[in-house]
């Protein structure tokens, strides 16, 4: 193999592990979670015996990485389940996929030898959240929600109310006033009033249930909502 064919495959392997990293997979050796794949893909059959047993021992090679403390132990380890991996990988999933899955590992396989660690880190736990965000959270959701369904309903009642109020104020005694624009109107408001108005009265009940179970000591700011940029959306802070 010539050195910028080995470079090539180092960078590649180095970008495999850094998407292997970023996506958040399992702690451990970065094999673990291609060889549990590759399990669940192979039936439990008299003929895949030998298979699932090479599997076992690509998994076994895995789990020593995981439990090495040492670095040059970790990285040899999971150098092997990574490479026992590719080799079987053909098996498990076919030519297609096992030849890129096989590629992929092997790529991986020469980053962590060349120095790019392919041991995912353990990460932390993640801090569960307090009774008071959990409300918050809910005490948003049930706002958003009556706050949507209190615009349907406005849009209902204009859609029933404004088109008539518009051809009272437009008709004369004199003349002949046609109201077939405030039928039609009317025809679409009332659906919208009907089917909104019930969730409406839903979610403000609820939001009044909640906004009584406030846990003590949490201040509630009551403010008006505030519609500004968040990334590449508007964002509503209410």
Excluded at 55 to 62: E, P, Q, R, V, Y
Excluded at 66 to 94: Q, S
Aim: net charge positive; aromatic share 6%.
């Amino acid at each position: 193999m010539s050195m910028m064919s080995f470079a090539a495959l180092v960078v590649g392997g180095a970008i495999f592990v850094g998407e292997a990293v970023g996506l958040g997979e399992p702690s451990g050796c970065a094999a673990t979670a291609m060889i549990v794949d590759a399990r669940a893909n192979v039936p439990v059959t008299a003929d895949s015996q030998q298979l699932r047993a090479r599997i076992d021992a690509a998994s076994a090679s895995a789990q020593a990485a995981e439990r090495a403390t040492a670095r040059e132990a970790r990285r040899k380890h999971c150098v092997e389940a990574l490479l026992a991996y590719a080799d079987l990988a053909p098996e498990a999933y076919g030519r297609e996929r096992g030849e890129s899955e096989a590629t992929r590992a092997r790529q991986m396989a020469a980053a962590t030898s060349a120095g790019v660690d392919g041991y995912v880190s353990p990460r932390g736990p993640v801090p569960a959240s307090r009774p008071e965000q959990q409300w918050e959270r809910r005490r948003r959701r049930l706002v958003g929600h009556t706050a949507a369904s209190g615009v349907f309903t406005g849009i209902g009642v204009a859609m029933l109310t404004v088109p008539w109020i518009v051809l009272a104020a437009s008709c004369r005694p004199e003349s002949l006033c046609e109201g077939y624009g405030a039928i039609w109107a009317s025809g679409f408001g009332a659906p919208i009033f009907v089917a909104s108005v019930i969730p409406l009265g839903i979610w403000a009940t609820r939001l009044h249930r909640h906004l009584r179970a406030c846990p003590p000591g949490l201040a509630l700011h009551r403010g008006r909502a505030r519609l500004g940029l968040a990334g590449s959306g508007l964002r509503l802070d209410f």
